[in-house]
Structures are given as C-alpha cells and as structure tokens.
C-alpha cells in the first residue's frame, strides 16, 4: 500500500475520451435545436422557398421535346440549388464566423476537436437542407401543383440523390470555410460563383438550351448532377428526352457526386486542422480589434 492509500502500481481510472462520432452528433443535435429557435435563421431558409414557388408558378409552357412543365423542372432545380447552397454557401459562412469567434482555437485543446467538429456540421446541414427540400417539394406540390416522386423507386433515388449530393458539397464547404479570410468577404468571394452555376448548370431552365460549351463546363461541377439526379426522381420518365443524353445517366449522377465527395474529405480535414493550428489568442484578438475599430468607423 503506498503512503497515499491507493494500491501500489494503480491509480484513479481514466476517463475515457468520447469518440468523434458521438461527441460531433451530441454537438450537432444542440445546434439544430437552437437553430429552430432563431426566428431570424429560420426566416431564411423560409425565403429560399418564398422565392422558388412565385417562379414556378409564373413560367408556363413545355420542356423542350416533352410534355413536362418547365414549371416542374423549376422546382426539381432549385431543390437541388437549395442543397447546394447549403453546402457551399452557409456552411463556409459558419465556418468563418465561428473561426472569427475562436472555435477553432478552442478546438486546438480538444482532442479529435476538429473530425467531431465536421461531423456537428454535417449533421447540422443535413437537418436544414432536409428541411428545406420537404419544405419545398411539398409546398409546390400544393400550391402550384408541384412534381412528387411517383413511386418507391423514385423515393429511392430521391433519398440516395439528396444524401450523396450533401456528401459532395458538404466537406467542400468545410474546405472552403477554411481558407476564407472573413465573414464580411465570404459571402461575396463565393456568392458569385454560386450564381453563375445555377444558370448554367439547367437548375432554373433546361440546359439543352445553352451552348455545348457551356453544358460541358457545367458537367464538370457537382450541381448539374444533383439537378439532373432530382428530375429523374420527380419528373415523368418521358421528361428525360429533354436532357443532353436523352437519359437520366443516373451511374454517371452517382460517379461524379462520389468523385466531389472524395475530393472533399480529403481537403476538409487537412484544411480546418491547418486552420486551427494557425489560430492563436493574439491573432484572434487582434481580428476582434480590427473589427471593432472597423465598426466604429463606419459608425
């Protein structure tokens, strides 16, 4: 017996660190509650919808070649841009208020802070872009007679559409949020950009209108292949005459969206941990005190 009472070659038991996984959904279940509770957020994503129901039940006419209302091709266009935009525009707009707070400094002293971290995150994203595309798709089926999936199977790929298109631009987003500088620049450093894809990528019109340069530029990113995965989940199967291939390509939807998800990960990680590796106290307070200086002047 040592001279402290406690058995010789033992001690108090360690306690065991929680593993990424549950200490990241623990975290992202908190923020979500408190995201329902922020009117103003919520009002947001409310917005986004407010937006896409007026147009879909302003276009009339055809798609090209078919006998599906643009209207219908308006609204499967823009669920996938509304899981887009979450993942590649408030996602890394998060990422840089919090980095802007000193969450990533915190991180630093946490062990596996950052992987549990990414994990909040895509738990957070995947409860609002759900939220939004049931939001959506069921207000356009009501209000404007809005396209609904017409079967298990285009359930099915609805479900598998939405939850590998978040895998490939969440991880992005996270990428993204770590290399920006602030908040106040995020949002136009990848607003614009945004924007540009969703014209050329045939969320809002049919892309067979556009030049085949275009078209072929557009196939290169992530969100003509969430649009083009969402029709084939909510449009008749003859509306598929009115795509460039004149088929859905779903193999093709599943390989590039796995691609983008790939690439992701493997920025995400490296990235954030580079990020929360440079933060230091005095570089946060010096950002502190450059924005309160700058908030001052322009008061």
Request: aromatic letters at 4%.
């Amino acid at each position: 017996m040592g001279g402290g009472g406690v058995p010789d070659g033992t001690g108090p038991p360690r306690r065991r660190v929680p593993g990424p996984w549950r200490t990241g959904l623990l975290r992202g279940v908190i923020e979500l509650r408190l995201l329902l509770r922020n009117p103003k957020e919520m009002s947001g994503h409310l917005l986004n919808v407010a937006i896409a129901l007026p147009i879909a039940a302003y276009i009339s006419g055809k798609v090209p070649g078919t006998s599906t209302p643009i209207s219908h091709l308006v609204i499967a266009g823009f669920a996938a841009y509304l899981l887009f935009q979450i993942g590649l525009v408030t996602l890394p707009q998060m990422l840089v208020t919090e980095r802007e707070e000193g969450v990533l400094l915190r991180l630093r002293a946490t062990p596996r802070g950052i992987p549990a971290y990414l994990v909040a995150k895509c738990l957070l994203i995947l409860g609002m872009a759900l939220g939004n595309l049931v939001l959506l798709i069921g207000a356009g089926a009501l209000l404007v007679d809005g396209p609904l999936p017409h079967g298990p199977g285009d359930w099915l790929t609805l479900l598998w559409v939405t939850t590998l298109g978040l895998l490939a631009v969440v991880p992005l987003g996270a990428a993204i949020g770590a290399v920006l500088p602030n908040p106040r620049e995020a949002l136009a450093l990848i607003m614009l950009p945004t924007m540009g894809l969703l014209v050329t990528s045939g969320a809002v019109f049919p892309i067979t209108a556009l030049p085949t340069a275009v078209q072929q530029v557009a196939s290169a990113f992530p969100l003509k292949w969430m649009a083009q995965g969402l029709r084939s989940a909510l449009l008749p199967d003859a509306a598929r005459a009115g795509e460039p291939a004149g088929a859905w390509e779903l193999p093709m939807v599943a390989l590039v969206l796995t691609g983008w998800a790939v690439l992701g990960f493997l920025l995400a990680i490296p990235l954030l941990r580079r990020a929360a590796r440079r933060e230091s106290g005095s570089r946060l307070t010096a950002r502190q005190d450059k924005a309160a200086q700058s908030g001052a002047a322009a008061a």
